[in-house]
């Protein structure tokens, strides 16, 4: 299968992101620090994958390398068949961060309309889109209020619409629930989750909390720090979407794969030792 | 519009207040000053150093000299702050758009900042008395076709020089000002620098460039003056100044009538220039974060 037709309707199977041999040193001579080392990874289309891992695996790194938000040193990357460049020209992403980055001057609306604005997207369809994805976020009512008179959750359920307003391939999180609390947190991963099976994206999720990662995931990496290093490729198989709900966190499954992950990550960090930046609620 | 009231009736009691102090200190000081040695550090409060508020106020309803069919003074200093006025706008109007285009090539090419800023600050150390000649020479050789350059042009350039500074720097400030967070964002969307500029650093930069063209405005109210002195342009408050000084023994209520017009000239522009900011309110909006 050619590399366009796998970015048009990209079935089960085609490939979404893949990463070969990947390496990021930051620095010069005498002061270099590898965040990545030789890393590889394939992300399937509709695949969701969380990277977990103590502070300074190299899991943002390698998420903003498929953004093109960085270039590695050596290794390729491609995406849905492209370079990261040309992915993130055509638009074949959506990215959310830790922090909601909505602009603060223009209206909830507005704030998901932006990259649809960017794209050319001419001011009817661009209203409708918008209409249509603040409904999916739960928040149809607060599409004319400004990003300061919301609450923390629901600025980042507004950066989540934005981020699939161009109904991406691809979406591309980095901790987007890091800085909310437990409450809104599950509801947002629920929410996630209905809106992946919906779009049907593969999804690229940088995260610190294994349970966040067991919910939402088809595969957790388990990376481990200096150098970043894939230690290990953990199968949930809980099921997909709308299979996975609030009561999946009360499930023995749920446990059992929260458990290998919690020890994939300890074996990553040598016996006895914390893994630090992981929180293992 | 309680509000407004209140602001008001403090503004009146602020002019009151300063009324007041004038009159205490003629009042109490020492007739002849206070002088260390030869040097004098408090000003005569004599008829003729200090006349009465009432007194500046009363001249102004008479007549502008004694020659027939004069107009009152308080019409004259009028027409001159309105000349004035005139010209402090385009100077205004020039200095911002001067510096608003200085601050953009600063912030596309950090060359052209780490060349330019250095001599845009060194540019403030030049007097502008200094500048003035320079410049009316040079634009009473500009004629193209049917266009000749006037005086006022001349008052309008070197005002200007004054009131770019506030707005290149601010400007600069507010350009730079998006966090990497926004920035990043808009490299994920594929928008090259112009779009980034149009829907991003454009509307962040307002909140730091109110401020600027505020300075601006009182740099250009400030320059138009002083350039209306240094290059002898008759019309405006500068050479009024200079004019009436002139009848400080014979008249001296009457060189503080331009000064009253001069005081008027800034609160205008002022007011003008803080109307630029009424319809900018979104873009002033605190950012919160998750």
Not at chain 2, 85 to 92: E, G, I, Q
Not at chain 2, 97 to 122: D, I, K, N, S
Not at chain 2, 138 to 146: A, C, F, L
Not at chain 2, 180 to 185: M, N, P
Request: with cysteine.
């Amino acid at each position: 299968m050619s590399a366009a037709t796998a970015a048009q309707d990209h079935p089960r199977g085609a490939v979404a992101v893949s990463v070969e041999d990947v390496s990021r040193v930051f620095g010069g001579s005498g002061g270099a620090v590898t965040a990545l080392d030789q890393v590889d990874l394939t992300v399937a289309a509709g695949e969701f994958v969380s990277l977990i891992g103590p502070s300074g695996c190299g899991k943002s790194t390698l998420l903003r390398l498929v953004a093109d938000l960085d270039r590695p040193t050596s290794g390729s990357i491609s995406v849905f068949g492209r370079t990261p460049e040309q992915a993130r020209l055509a638009h074949d992403y959506g990215i959310a961060f830790q922090q909601a980055g909505l602009l603060p001057w223009r209206t909830v609306r507005a704030n998901v309309e932006l990259p649809l604005a960017l794209h050319g997207v001419g001011k009817g369809g661009r209203r409708e889109r918008a209409g249509h994805l603040l409904d999916l976020v739960g928040l149809a009512d607060f599409g004319d209020h400004f990003p300061d008179q919301l609450s923390g959750g629901m600025q980042q359920r507004v950066a989540i619409a934005r981020a699939i307003a161009e109904e991406p391939s691809l979406l591309l999180m980095d901790e987007p629930f890091g800085a909310l609390d437990e409450m809104t947190r599950e509801r947002l991963q629920v929410e996630l989750v209905r809106l992946c099976a919906q779009t049907r994206a593969a999804v690229v999720f940088v995260t610190h909390s294994i349970p966040e990662a067991v919910f939402l995931s088809d595969r957790v990496v388990v990376m481990s720090a200096r150098p970043g290093r894939i230690q290990e490729v953990v199968d949930i198989g809980l099921g997909r979407g709308t299979e996975r709900e609030e009561g999946l966190r009360e499930d023995t499954s749920y446990f059992e794969s929260v458990t290998r992950v919690r020890e994939a990550l300890h074996g990553g960090s040598g016996a006895g030792a914390t893994v630090r930046g992981a929180e293992l609620r | 519009m309680r509000r407004r009231l209140a602001d008001l009736g403090l503004g009146v009691a602020a002019l009151l207040g300063v009324a007041a102090t004038w009159e205490l200190y003629k009042l109490l000081g020492p007739e002849q000053g206070w002088s260390v040695r030869e040097v004098r550090v408090l000003p005569r409060t004599t008829d003729l150093a200090m006349p009465h508020v009432w007194e500046m106020l009363g001249r102004l309803p008479e007549p502008l000299t004694g020659a027939p069919g004069a107009v009152p003074l308080w019409v004259a200093v009028l027409q001159a702050s309105g000349f004035s006025l005139a010209v402090a706008l385009v100077s205004w109007v020039l200095g911002v758009v001067v510096g608003f285009c200085f601050a953009v090539g600063m912030q596309r090419f950090a060359l052209v900042e780490a060349a330019v800023l250095p001599l845009v600050v060194l540019s403030q150390t030049v007097p502008l008395i200094a500048l003035a000649p320079l410049v009316k020479g040079w634009g009473g050789r500009v004629e193209i076709g049917g266009f000749a350059w006037q005086g006022w042009m001349s008052v309008a350039v070197i005002a200007s020089y004054l009131a770019f500074f506030p707005v290149a720097v601010g400007a600069l400030r507010g350009l730079q000002s998006p966090d990497s967070i926004h920035r990043e964002l808009m490299r994920a969307y594929g928008a090259g620098w112009w779009s980034t500029l149009v829907r991003l650093r454009l509307p962040a930069s307002v909140p730091y460039v109110l401020p600027a063209i505020r300075l601006a405005g009182a740099n250009a109210v400030v320059g138009t003056i002083v350039a209306e002195v240094s290059t002898g342009l008759p019309g405006g408050v500068g050479r009024m100044i200079l004019e009436f000084a002139n009848f400080a023994s014979s008249d001296p209520a009457k060189p503080w009538a331009p000064l009253l017009g001069a005081v008027l000239l800034g609160l205008l522009v002022a007011g003008l220039v803080s109307l630029v900011g009424l319809p900018l309110g979104r873009y002033r909006r605190a950012e919160v974060t998750a």
